[in-house]
């Protein structure tokens, strides 16, 4: 079992998604001499639909469509997705709903400022 994990900070310029950080754990094998494989893990992506400045209204539910996508891009259907939701910039954490469609649905409350996403994902074993 192999485990990765980054942390990205990003400057001023960028007012939403000003820290990522990632973690995957997943199986490798050899590839054989010469040869290049892609590893086998799961990219997240978040698709909110957001006002003209990037923001969403405090006070009112959300939905979040969750993509996973594979190295090459590929749309993967997740074995299991959970999502949490924090709006106090990561200090508490709590567990919402994630519809049948692949989304997170979040209820903002009405002081909310700041809104991040922690979602864990497994996608079914893709053995080469």
Same mark, same amino acid.
């Given at each position: 079992m192999y485990r990765i994990a980054t942390s990205?900070?990003? +400057?001023? !310029? &960028?007012d939403v %998604?000003?820290?990522? =950080?990632a973690e995957w754990t997943f199986r490798s094998a050899?590839? +054989?001499d010469g040869q290049a494989s892609a590893l086998d893990v799961? &990219?997240?992506? &978040?698709l909110p639909? #957001? =006002?003209a400045d990037d923001s969403a209204k405090a006070g009112h539910v959300q939905l979040v469509p969750l993509q996973l996508q594979d190295q090459r891009g590929? !749309? #993967?259907r997740p074995k299991r997705l959970s999502a949490?939701? %924090?709006h106090d910039e990561g200090r508490t954490w709590r567990q919402v709903p994630v519809v049948a469609a692949h989304a997170a649905v979040l209820a903002h409350p009405k002081n909310a400022s700041t809104v991040s996403l922690r979602v864990s994902a !497994?996608?079914?074993s893709r053995r080469r």
């Open positions: 990205v900070v990003r +400057g001023a !310029a &960028f %998604s000003t820290r990522i =950080d050899h590839a +054989g799961v &990219f997240v992506r &978040f639909r #957001l =006002d590929a !749309a #993967l949490e939701v %924090s !497994a996608t079914p």
